[in-house]
């Protein structure tokens, strides 16, 4: 199935920018709270923010379920004509480190948790039952997993973001208007 229009749907772009500011916000907090907190000062306040961070991250969990489906059932625009075969494929493989970013970050996040010995609750609503109990194994694993994940996540959308600048302010083509726009 082609998309012959140059724009992405309505849910697409809003499930796009939803997630996006949903990840900044995550990984905002979660570097915060990883690196300026210490449980031995502010332990409460630490607690609180590692919560928050917690109960935001994981609504990405059941929101990339949800897009992946609608990009399954709706497929993107086509890439330009003036990008090459390389450029392509290379625009394609960092859609898809995104994506399995976007899957692993919370899932580790929430092993993460789990192993530690705490919930991974969403939006303060319920919490994801937990498949792991208290483990310290697990945890010496999944914890420099998810931290060093998240670096790398925040490189990704650091070069995805570049990446629409660019073809928005130097190549000037529909690519960055094809998430911000209609017809």
């Known amino acids: ?9 309505r849910t697409a772009q809003m499930l796009h920018w939803i997630m996006a ?7 905002l907090i979660g570097f915060y709270s990883g690196n300026f907190l210490s449980y031995d000062v502010d332990g409460s306040f630490k607690g609180q923010v590692i919560s928050l961070h917690k109960n935001i991250a ?19 625009p086509q890439l330009p004509d003036s990008m090459s ?5 290379l625009a394609h493989l960092g859609h898809l480190a995104l994506y399995l970013m976007l899957l692993a970050l919370p899932i580790t996040g929430c092993l993460f948790s789990w192993s530690a ?5 969403v939006l303060y609503l319920f919490e994801i039952p937990r498949l792991v109990q208290d483990n310290p194994e697990l945890l010496a694993i999944v ?15 650091i070069g995805h973001l570049a990446a629409a600048l660019k073809h928005h302010f130097i190549d000037k083509d529909n690519v960055l208007k094809s998430m ?4």
């Open 58 to 76: 994981t609504t990405i969990i059941f929101l990339v379920v949800i897009r992946l489906f609608w990009r399954y059932t709706h497929p993107a």
């Open 180 to 183: 911000t726009r209609q017809k």
């Open 85 to 89: 075969a390389t450029m392509k494929v």
């Open 1 to 9: 199935m082609k998309n012959s229009s140059p724009y992405y749907t």
């Open 143 to 157: 914890k420099p997993v998810h931290i060093y994940l998240s670096w790398f996540a925040g490189f990704l959308v």
């Open 117 to 121: 010995g705490h919930p991974a609750p």
């Open 21 to 27: 500011i949903i990840f900044i916000a995550a990984w």
